[in-house]
């Protein structure tokens, strides 16, 4: 919503088993990113954005709260 | 039967009463109207999600629920982005690229509501560091969050 440029699909991984396999879930909440990255677990929001930049080659922010 | 009980109900009432601003879509894509479901397809679901939605939508004039046949509209199905059902496009002021794939049941039923009340005002509850990332994407971004409603 605070980009044009993202779009988000929540995804009840019993019911699509194939994309659940396609993309070896095996844990919730996982977030895949241009199907190429992905982030497991409900991590802190600075991480996802981090794992998100990174996708699109974007500078990663630097985490916010030291929760490396 | 009812899928929600009447204190559920009220409070979501209330809620929505509260924090809607605009109208809101929610467009669902069933794998075909009037009842007519291909092999293989697991109609009970459709039906489940169909259900919560009408009940959803009649605790605010400001939700409404429209639906559509992933073949009978397949030209709704493309412009949305939508290639399995069933699927829920929530359309606030715009369309800010947000799909439900399956049954928002059990803790997903929150995130549903959450959906609805974000795109009714038109703004999330990120951060300003994160809305300055998002706002310098230098490429279009596909997130799947795979969930499961226990």
Not at chain 2, 31 to 34: D, H, I, M, Q, V
Not at chain 2, 94 to 97: F, S, V
């Given at each position: 919503m605070e980009s044009p440029r993202v779009t988000a699909d929540i995804v009840e991984a019993t019911e699509f088993p194939e994309l659940a396999r396609r993309f070896t879930v095996y844990a919730v909440p996982k977030t895949v990113i241009n199907e190429t990255h992905e982030v497991t677990g409900a991590v802190p929001e600075p991480h996802l954005v981090a794992a998100l930049a990174q996708a699109v080659g974007a500078r990663a922010p630097a985490p916010e709260g030291g929760e490396e | 039967m009812s899928f929600l009980n009447p204190q559920d109900a009220e409070t979501i009432r209330r809620r929505f009463a509260t924090e809607l601003e605009a109208p809101v879509r929610l467009l669902l894509f069933l794998?075909?109207?009037?009842g007519l479901a291909l092999p293989g397809e697991d109609w009970q679901v459709s039906e489940y999600t169909r259900q919560i939605l009408r009940e959803v939508a009649e605790l605010s004039e400001r939700v409404r629920v429209e639906e559509y046949g992933l073949l009978s509209h397949a030209g709704e199905a493309q412009r949305y982005r939508v290639r399995q059902v069933p699927a829920i496009v929530f359309l606030g002021r715009?369309?800010?690229?947000i799909r439900y794939l399956g049954l928002p049941a059990g803790y997903e039923f929150v995130t549903l509501l959450e959906i609805i009340i974000a795109v009714s005002r038109g703004?999330?509850?990120?951060s300003e560091a994160t809305r300055r990332v998002l706002a310098g994407l230098p490429g279009d971004v596909h997130l799947q969050v795979f969930v499961t409603p226990t």
């Open positions: - | 794998p075909a109207t009037g715009e369309d800010y690229g703004r999330g509850e990120v």
